[in-house]
């Protein structure tokens, strides 16, 4: 019982700064126009869906075994770890529609030093997020905190991308950011399959 009220504690964390993340990546997405950077945002809100997922899948795991479960409830972490599938398959859909709209329609985000600064911020804050919930998962033995740093350690690696299309959209290549946000899908189909 003790376990499932820690891995629903460090997933309440969890929640609060893969909100702030995704909010902040979402709003600088619509204000420089980058779909990279809107595709990014998408991608961690769907940390924060994971998120949501997890801590109903443990609050359910962690009721004690009744007659028709004389094993317990621990599955139902399972099973909410694959709900984590699910979030990242919309994502997917929805940033692989954006990148195609924007090269067909064309067009270059503007690129400022805020975004440098945002994209920067919260690829430390991810940093931190995937380095906790990796010694919280396995500490406590949690199949849904090591799913989550896996999906969130994705995140840094589309990040990452969408700061080196900036830096290409700055030197004059606005066809990056269509193509990082491409990328994004990639590693959130990688995610998927894994």
Known sequence: MERYLAVSRVLARVLVLNLAVALAKIWLGYVSGAVSILSDGFHSLTDTASN??????????????????PYGHRKFETLASVGILVFLVAVLVEVLRAAIGRMREGGAPEVRPLSFWV?????????????YERREGRRLSSEILLADAHHTTSDLL??????????????????????????VAGFIAMACWE
């Open 52 to 69: 949501v997922v997890g801590i109903i899948g443990v609050r359910v795991a962690r009721q004690p075994p009744d007659d028709d479960h």
């Open 119 to 131: 994209m920067g911020v919260t690829f430390a804050i991810n940093l931190v997020v995937v380095w």
């Open 158 to 183: 589309t990040s990452a991308a969408v700061i080196a299309a900036l830096v290409g959209v700055g030197l004059g290549y606005p066809w990056l950011d269509p193509a990082a946000a491409l990328l």
